[in-house]
């Protein structure tokens, strides 16, 4: 199997859980002492009929190559990645939101978005697949398993996926510290959606910001005007995902 | 001098500019790329007099034990510490906000906490000096020079800390998970506040929710429980940006 290594005990215990993912190994080192995760571990992967490595150390830190593995890391098949058509159709007779990461490079922050898109229930995540980064260990950990709860689209064109989105009733929104609308002022509980974050530096691509239907700022309150990517979105997600709370419980 | 090591242009750039950090030199690596980012450097360091060194990539490699350092680095004073009874004169006839982070263990997120604090406003950090992490080069590259906009004070003890700060009419708001009110029902426009946010795995010691005075969780809207510290700590904070906002343009 070509596969993925995924390391620590959140992440492991995530991915058995969400069912998703199939699995290949478990690796354990020699020497991890057991706690209630361990054994919930064990418990699990009894359960689901997969297979335990026991290794030394030194070996389970060569297969995780960056990064904490708590003693404990699997290989499972890699992320399944979902056509957009197929997005389209499985959310249509609701409303739905999806997040395009318009070139974001660092896994951290990749797998914290990740994270907060599940937890704002965001039905999809895009990224292009020549910029930025895709889904990688790091960004597994980091997501802490959140990425077997949401659908992955890959995408060689921004600008024919947004098109396409256009064209069945999403609504664009950018995330451009330069507009002038901010983002609370923003119904997000009746449309369907998709929220364009930029890059680190470079913020959204221009051939993407022309194609927006709303472009919203976060206001500062001072003159350091520097959030980092996956707080921004935190931020706007979560004002979308407040919206939709207070307009539930009413 | 007994230096910290910061890095990246844009964290040399803002150490310069904030103009509170003494700095010993600065380190550039042969056959760096010159770009407007580069030539800033250089204005500004020629401005305050600051010295220049050119090394072998190898040799800043060596310097900078990890992270990416693009090609530049400066070695600077330490950052100083703020007394708490020096942070709560300094701020008390205004609205005060301060943040406590009562053992984030990664460096990414305590950085990144900082770069929101300023954004939002907030005045201050605490940090615990025997648990979870204290400035440290990461923290400062990841906060993005927002360390030199904000006052940081170390403690041998957050109980002490908050009842301090209690006594000197500060709300003590903890962000706990298993909270029945919601972080968007408090009104934090017109109180001083400090805002408690716990470790990544722990949450909040049962000694510190006990002196709390709100506890606030932030509702998700799927089973997902489960985000970043950091992009809670986001969240929380520009609720209160955003309420302070609403309530200056009104």
């Known amino acids: ?18 069912g998703v993912r199939e699995f290949n190994k478990i690796i354990i080192s020699n020497g991890t002492r057991s706690d209630a995760k361990i054994e919930k571990i064990k418990e699990l992967a009894k359960e689901k009929g997969v297979i335990f490595q ?44 999806i997040v395009i990461l318009d070139g974001v490079e660092d896994s951290h922050n990749v797998g914290a ?7 704002a229930g965001i039905d999809g995540i895009i990224l292009p697949s020549r910029r930025g980064v895709l889904i990688n260990s790091t960004v597994e950990k980091t997501s802490a398993g959140a990425i077997n709860h ?12 947004i098109q396409r989105l256009k064209e069945n ?6 995330a451009d510290h330069h507009a002038e609308q901010n983002y609370f002022d923003i119904d997000y509980t009746d449309m369907n959606f998709v929220l364009v974050m930029g890059a680190e530096h470079a913020g959204i691509s221009k051939s993407l910001l022309k194609l927006s239907d709303f472009k919203v700022k976060i206001p ?14 935190a931020i706007i997600l979560f004002e979308s995902a407040a919206q939709k709370y207070k307009k539930c419980v009413k």
Not at 220 to 232: E, Y
Request: glycine fraction near 4%.
């Open 1 to 18: 199997m070509n596969g993925t290594v995924i390391y620590g005990r959140n992440a492991v215990i995530e991915a058995l859980e969400s």
């Open 150 to 161: 949401i659908d992955i689209i890959k995408t060689n064109s921004l600008v024919n996926t």
């Open 54 to 97: 026991f290794v030394t150390k030194e070996k389970l830190n060569a297969i995780v190559s960056e990064g904490k593995h708590q003693g404990v890391a699997a290989l499972i098949a890699p992320i399944k990645y979902l056509e957009l058509d197929d997005f389209i159709s499985k959310n249509k007779n609701k409303n739905s939101s």
């Open 169 to 174: 009733d999403y609504w664009v929104i950018a």
């Open 113 to 119: 978005i990740i994270r907060s898109c599940v937890c």
């Open 220 to 233: 500062m309150l001072t003159n350091f005007n520097s959030l980092n990517v996956s707080n921004a979105a």
